[in-house]
Structures are given as structure tokens and as C-alpha cells.
């Protein structure tokens, strides 16, 4: 078992060096094929012909239109991408990262729906806003957001600061569920704008149909990316990073580290605000129920599956997340495994579809067993962790 | 704000929030005995609880007592409920065995960083709940009624049912049994020295491994004596029913300081107590944000806990 993963181990080394080792037109060129790969890869036409070569299991999902998984794989790994500043660079633990996601997708709705209060009850908009002119307001409402719930919670440390964002979270979900003010509660605000833009034929491109809006989604997480990749190579990255090793010693150096960490905190709010307002766009309805418990953690799970601290592996870990749950659903097709099992006269559902989250966290533990720095992990952030491997813990 | 009926139903709410504070503190102890050995949130503790709701029910069920069945008389109902006790702690304390040699030792033998653990236990939970939701279907599954639901003594205006008298006693002596063992016995100087600094403890001869099982199969035998008591109180039980519960709990547990257990069982009750009072005063809607309003204002203010963290500190 150890020989097989120190294999493992040189292997997958062996591989990053060489890739390392390409000059850089060449890695630019790969990359940009890849991407170019992403774009093209909602078309049918295209992913059918994707299959392993041999064994011919389709990794396109059967049971679920592919481009409606993939822009929910984008929706994540942009919300992931935005709680890797948070977890990954500046190590604060945040439950609660879908408040800020409810922030920017009830901005959204209230500013751009007919049927919002504030235009229905209050008067206090003429007419519904354009989705585009209220992009900018979610964001800044969502980084203020980030910046009002950071102040008073960034002086705790570690698990006080998990609970007390999950309890602002779910603070902000009952809140929304509960009051008809303005949010409606659980009905929630209908007819939310859609992004604009026409076809030349005039139909308009953003509508109920998923394959624009992961285009769009694509193109906002490029962005995103080159973003973040910028920011975490600066003087505010080189922070992050101390503060995430050692807070004590960052602070006797001379980082001022609150204000850092606020910093963190506000951006991966300002991601997921940016996310929630792409998702009510696509949704054209917003109530409560997308942002319970489970979906943070299910975010925080993608972080840390694909290695906190590293951009590629919040991406890989937000597709996983998505990808392997839907992908298991028609695997039961593929492969002609039975739905129903009987056990004692009794019919259990046991299909791959039904199963999908059991045989998900199974995954999560094992992956975690042999790689618990993360699939894809961040190379200073991986030294840090091969040190702590090299303590000896006296007896176990 | 409706203090008038804060007022009037003040005994009833007393009593039942004492109760469903009972049963927040009985799963707490499991969060706050995790916490204090390995600093470790155990998120998966909130289905080792809902595996001990089944455990229950499947034992009422063996012996013909279902939600459609009439109530047996007072002595067979006070054995099957103890046998469901013993049957559903066990199932827990096992189960929660199992997470913690599945899961949770691997990691550690490998000295992965805190947040792997955190992975792991969501993937724990994940499995559970979705393996339990196979087993039943995802159907609310009812339990027996098997105690009178009238008032069994009352004192001026507080009426005592007596489902409430045996949740509170039962959950008293499990608490003063919990606390003499880890402060009495020689396990539980075992279990406190390990909380006090693992590393010398495993070199004055404690068995580190199995302490940390111990207090794993502790709390599992905990959260099992309070699912028979959620199972009776409100009367069913789901395959998602931990996550709520586990979630009040886990606060309950840090409201009272997390690693300490006399602080889980004060935070527990407070939290059953608060709640209640709360959601007469504001309406049973807010009933679950007042948990939080209540978590977050204290930890302004005491930023470890009612009693602040120690398992191994105090009286070591």
C-alpha cells in the first residue's frame, strides 16, 4: 500500500515538473486549448463522442441535460473559487458562505422584478431595473455585507469563527423564510430579469435554456481567476499566507492582520454575491430555500477536496462536487445495474440514483484518507503539510 | 411581543423547554467530549443520533409496538422504553465507533491538517443520512404511543406529563453518570489527560487510541439515550431529522464552552429554555433563529462559552 502510493507520489511529482519544465508559449497554448475545450463542451454534438477509450462509459450524464450540470459545476466553482480566499489563503473557517450568496441574489430580485415590494407596496422604484445595472449594487452590497458581519466575528479564532458564520448564515436564511416585509418569505419573488442580449434574429440568448448562461458563467470565472491568481501574488497574498501559517507571527512582523483578514472575508463575499446574482438570473426566482446549511458545506467541501489555498484545485473541487453526484445517476444505465434489491420481502431503492450522495461521501472519506492535503493542492501550502507529516506523533 | 402569553404559559413552557432542553444537552455531551480530547468538530454526531431514533423505533417495532398500535400497560411500556434505551445506545455508541476508526483515525494516524477531518466527517454524514434515507424509504416513520399523555402530578400551575418526568430524570442521571465517570474513574483520568496535552499523556502510559474510541462510543451512547426521548417527545422520526438537532446542539455546546461538560449540559438546557420563551414572546417562526441570536451575542461577550473550554484544564 505505501510503496503503491509513494509510486503514486513520484509519478504525479514526475508529471508537475515536466509540466513545469514547458516553455511558456507552450503551457499558454495548452491552457487556451482547454479552455477553448470548455466552451465547446456543452454542445451534444460534441460530448457524445467523449467516452474512455475501450470500456465506452459515457462521462456525459444521461439522466440530466449536460449543459444544465455543467452551469451548476460553474455555479459552484465560482462560489468555491470564492471561498478559497477565504478558507484557503487567509485559513478563516466559514460556514456560512451562502448568506453572502443570498445577499447578491435578492439584490437582483427586488431591484429588476415587477413583482418585488418595492415596486408593488413601497413605490420606491418606478419600474423594474435592468439585470445589468444591478450587478454592480449586489456586489457592493455583498462586500458590505462581508465587511459588516467580519468586523465584530474576525477577532475569534478557528471553530468559534466557524459557528458564528454559520449562525449568521442561517441567521439570514430564517430571516428571508420568515418576514414578508419585502422578501415575501417562503413564496418568494418571481420574475427576476434575465441577463440581455439578442440573437440576430431577435430572440433573446438568455432565457430558461442552460447552455448561455454557462457561457456566461465560463467567461465571469475566467475573469474571477485571473482576479484572485493576481491578488493572492501580491503584497495582500503575501499576507494571506502569513496569517494563515502563523497569525501571532504576522502580527509581530507587522501585518496589520485584521484588516487582512477583513479583506478576505469582504472578496469571498463580493464572489458570492457576484454568484447569486448570475444564479437569480438564470432562476428567475429567488426564495430561501437555496441557501440552507447544506450548500455552504457543500462549498467548503469542494474547497478542501480540491486543496484549500490553490485556484486550480477550488476549480477541479467545485466540478467534482457536482459532477460525481449527476454522473452517478445514469452510471445505473450504463452499466444496466439493478434499480430495487429485496432484503427480507422488502424493496429497497438501491440505484445508483438514489445512491448517489452515500456512495459521494464514501468518496469524500477515501480521497481524504490518501490525499488529505487536497486533490490538486497548492505547492507552498503542500510543503507546509509534508512538515507536519514529518512530526512524530509518539504513540498511535 | 406578546409578554401576556409569555406570562400565562410560562410553567407549560418552562417544563417543556426543560425537556427539549434535556435532549439538546444529552447531544451536546457527544460534541463537547470530541472537542476536548481532539479539538475536533464532529459533524458527523448529528446522524450518530438519528441512526439512535431508528435504533429505537426498530426495537418498539420488534416487540409489535407501532404508531398504529394501542398503549401497552404502564410496566410493559417503562421495559420496552428501557430496553429501547439500551438498544439505541448501543447502536449509536457502535456507530459512532465506526466513524471514528473509518473516518476520523486514518487522518490522524497520517497527521492530516484540522480541515481534512472536517472533509471526512461530512462525507460520514453525507453516507449515513443517505444510507438511512434508502433504508427507510425517506419516509417520517412513527413512533409508538406508549405513555399516557396526562398530566402525571402537578404542582399550582406546572403539570408534569410522564414522558417529561422520565426524559428529565433519565437525563439527569446520565449526566451525573458522565460527569462522575470522567472525573472519578480511572478512564476518565485517562480521558482528561489525553484532552490536556495528547502527546504526554501517550508517553506516561495512557493508550491514546483507546481513549479517543472511548469517548467516542461515550458520546454515541449519549446521543442514543437522547433519541429515544426525541422519538417520544415528538412522536416520529426522518432520515434528516440530525441535522436540525444536531445544528442546536452543536450550539448548545458552545454556548456552554465547548470541551467543557458541565457546560454542554447548562448550554443545552438554556437553549431548550430560551427557545421556548422566545418563541412565545415572537412567535414559534423565529424559534430556530433565536438559538443563533442567543449563540452569537454570547460569544461577543464570553467568546469561549458560559463556563470557557476545559475538559482536561479544570481540576486536573
Redesign the interface.
Known amino acids: 500500500m505505501t510503496a503503491l502510493r509513494e509510486r503514486w507520489h513520484s509519478a504525479s511529482s514526475a508529471i508537475g515538473r515536466r509540466v513545469d519544465g514547458l516553455p511558456k508559449s507552450a503551457r499558454i497554448t495548452g491552457l487556451l486549448a482547454f479552455v477553448a475545450f470548455l466552451y465547446v463542451l456543452p454542445n451534444k454534438w460534441f460530448y457524445e463522442y467523449l467516452n474512455i477509450p475501450g470500456l465506452w462509459i459515457p462521462l456525459y450524464t444521461t439522466r440530466n441535460d449536460m449543459a444544465a450540470v455543467l452551469f451548476y459545476c460553474a455555479w459552484i466553482v465560482l462560489l468555491s473559487l470564492g471561498l478559497n480566499v477565504v478558507?484557503g489563503y487567509a485559513g478563516l473557517?466559514d460556514l456560512g458562505f451562502f448568506g453572502f450568496f443570498a445577499v447578491g441574489a435578492y439584490t437582483v430580485a427586488l431591484l429588476t422584478s415587477p413583482e418585488s415590494k418595492l415596486i408593488t407596496e413601497y413605490n420606491w422604484l418606478e419600474s423594474p431595473w435592468p439585470w445589468l445595472v444591478t450587478i454592480p449594487i449586489a456586489i457592493a452590497l455583498a462586500l458590505l455585507s462581508g465587511v459588516l458581519i467580519g468586523a465584530?466575528t474576525l477577532?475569534?479564532r478557528g471553530?468559534?469563527l466557524?459557528?458564528?458564520t454559520?449562525?449568521?448564515a442561517?441567521?439570514i436564511r430564517?430571516?428571508a423564510k420568515?418576514q414578508d416585509w419585502i422578501l415575501n418569505g417562503d413564496r418568494g419573488i418571481p420574475q427576476v430579469a434575465h441577463p440581455p442580449g439578442k440573437y440576430p434574429d431577435g430572440t433573446a440568448i438568455f432565457q430558461f435554456e442552460f447552455k448561455p448562461y454557462y457561457w456566461l458563467l465560463l467567461t465571469v470565472i475566467i475573469g474571477a481567476v485571473f482576479l484572485i491568481r493576481n491578488l493572492a501574488n501580491s503584497r495582500v497574498g503575501r499576507a494571506w499566507v502569513a496569517i494563515r501559517e502563523d497569525e501571532d507571527a504576522a502580527e509581530l512582523m507587522g501585518v496589520p492582520t485584521f484588516r487582512f483578514k477583513l479583506w478576505a472575508f469582504a472578496i469571498g463575499a463580493a464572489v458570492g454575491g457576484l454568484s447569486g446574482t448570475l444564479w437569480a438570473g438564470q432562476a428567475n426566482f429567488v426564495n430561501s430555500s437555496t441557501f440552507s446549511?447544506?450548500n455552504s458545506?457543500l462549498v467548503?467541501?469542494a474547497v478542501?477536496?480540491g486543496g484549500?489555498g490553490s485556484i486550480g484545485g477550488a476549480i477541479l473541487g467545485g466540478f467534482l462536487v457536482i459532477y460525481i453526484p449527476e454522473w452517478l445517476r445514469s452510471v445505473g444505465d450504463v452499466f444496466g445495474l439493478p434499480e430495487t434489491a429485496t432484503v427480507f420481502g422488502n424493496d429497497?431503492?438501491?440505484s445508483p440514483t438514489?445512491?448517489?450522495?452515500?456512495i459521494?461521501?464514501?468518496?469524500?472519506?477515501i480521497v481524504?484518507?490518501f490525499r488529505?492535503?487536497g486533490l490538486w493542492p497548492n505547492r507552498r501550502r503542500a510543503a507546509e503539510?509534508q512538515d507536519?507529516?514529518k512530526?512524530v506523533?509518539?504513540?498511535? | 411581543m406578546d409578554f401576556a402569553e409569555l406570562v400565562r404559559g410560562f410553567p407549560e413552557l418552562t417544563t417543556t423547554g426543560l425537556v427539549q432542553g434535556a435532549i439538546y444537552a444529552l447531544i451536546a455531551l457527544g460534541y463537547t467530549l470530541v472537542y476536548g480530547v481532539l479539538r475536533l468538530i464532529n459533524f458527523a454526531h448529528s446522524e450518530v443520533f438519528m441512526i439512535g431514533t431508528f435504533g429505537a423505533i426498530w426495537t418498539w417495532a420488534a416487540f409489535g409496538l407501532n404508531s398504529n398500535s394501542g398503549a401497552p400497560s404502564v410496566g410493559r411500556a417503562l421495559l420496552v422504553i428501557a430496553l429501547a434505551i439500551v438498544a439505541a445506545a448501543l447502536l449509536s455508541g457502535s456507530v459512532a465507533l465506526l466513524i471514528e476508526v473509518t473516518a476520523y483515525r486514518p487522518l490522524r494516524r497520517r497527521n492530516a491538517p484540522p480541515l481534512a477531518f472536517l472533509i471526512t466527517a461530512i462525507g460520514a454524514s453525507y453516507a449515513l443520512m443517505e444510507l438511512m434515507g434508502t433504508l427507510t424509504r425517506r419516509r417520517q416513520v412513527g413512533s409508538p404511543a406508549l405513555l399516557p399523555t396526562d398530566t402525571l402530578f402537578s404542582i399550582g400551575g406546572w403539570s408534569v406529563t410522564p414522558v417529561q418526568m422520565l426524559t428529565l430524570s433519565v437525563a439527569i442521571v446520565m449526566m451525573v453518570g458522565l460527569d462522575w465517570f470522567v472525573n472519578r474513574t480511572r478512564f476518565g483520568k485517562g480521558i482528561r489527560a489525553v484532552a490536556q496535552d495528547a502527546n504526554t499523556a501517550a508517553l506516561m502510559g495512557v493508550n491514546k487510541s483507546r481513549v479517543i474510541a472511548l469517548v467516542f462510543v461515550l458520546g454515541g451512547l449519549m446521543a442514543g439515550v437522547a433519541a429515544v426521548f426525541s422519538d417520544m417527545k415528538s412522536g416520529n422520526t426522518r432520515y434528516n431529522i440530525g441535522f436540525l438537532l444536531g445544528l442546536k446542539a452543536f450550539s448548545a455546546a458552545v454556548l456552554g464552552g465547548i470541551g467543557n461538560l458541565r457546560g454542554a449540559a447548562i448550554g443545552g438546557v438554556l437553549l431548550g429554555l430560551v427557545e421556548n420563551y422566545g418563541s412565545a414572546l415572537f412567535g414559534s417562526q423565529w424559534r430556530d433563529l433565536i438559538a443563533f441570536v442567543v449563540l452569537i451575542v454570547l460569544l461577543m461577550f464570553r467568546p469561549t462559552g458560559l463556563l470557557g473550554e476545559s475538559l482536561g484544564r479544570a481540576r486536573a
Not at chain 1, 459521494?360 to 472519506?365: A, E, K, N, Q, R
Not at chain 1, 506523533?393 to 498511535?396: D, G, K, N, Q
Open positions: 478558507v473557517l465584530p477577532r475569534l471553530d468559534y466557524a459557528i458564528v454559520l449562525g449568521f442561517e441567521m430564517i430571516i420568515n446549511l447544506e458545506i467548503l467541501a478542501l477536496l484549500a429497497f431503492d438501491v438514489s445512491l448517489r450522495y452515500f459521494f461521501g464514501i468518496l469524500l472519506i481524504m484518507i488529505p492535503q503539510l507536519r507529516q512530526e506523533a509518539v504513540v498511535e
